[in-house]
C-alpha cells in the first residue's frame, strides 16, 4: 500500500519493490499505479536515478511492448535480458512475452 506524503518517486520505488520474481511491468503500469498514468517517463527517470543500494528489482520494469531497456547494455549484450531469463521469463523475438510474464496488479 502506498503511504500518502511520500514522494513521487518513492511511491515508484514501493511499487517496484512489489513486483515478483518472475514477472514484469511497464512503465505505464508503474506509473498507473503510482497515481498518474501518464507518468511513463518519470517512471524512467525515477529508476535511472535510483541508488543501487536501495535493491530495486529494475530489471523487472519493460516499455508497453515488452522491450527491454538500452539502460542495461554494455558490450552488446543486455544484462537486463540475462537477469529475467535467470527469473524464468521468456522472450519472443526480443520481447518479454507480455501474455504470460505480465504482473497483473492493476489499481483498484
Not at 23 to 40: D, H, M, P, T
Not at 42 to 57: F, I, M, R, T, W
Not at 70 to 88: D, H, P, S, V, W
Amino acid at each position: 500500500m502506498i503511504e500518502k506524503g511520500k514522494s513521487t518517486y518513492d511511491k515508484i520505488y514501493d511499487i517496484v519493490r512489489e513486483i515478483p520474481q518472475g514477472k514484469v511491468a511497464s512503465y505505464g503500469q508503474i506509473a498507473e499505479l503510482a497515481g498518474n498514468r501518464r507518468w511513463s517517463r518519470v517512471v524512467g527517470y525515477a529508476l535511472n536515478v535510483s541508488p543501487e543500494d536501495k535493491g530495486l528489482p529494475c530489471h523487472r520494469v519493460v516499455n508497453r511492448y515488452g522491450e527491454p531497456s538500452k539502460c542495461f547494455e554494455t558490450a552488446g549484450e543486455n544484462r537486463q535480458i540475462k537477469l529475467l531469463e535467470a527469473e524464468g521469463v521468456r522472450f519472443v523475438d526480443g520481447r518479454v512475452d507480455m501474455e504470460h510474464f505480465q504482473w497483473n496488479r492493476r489499481v483498484f
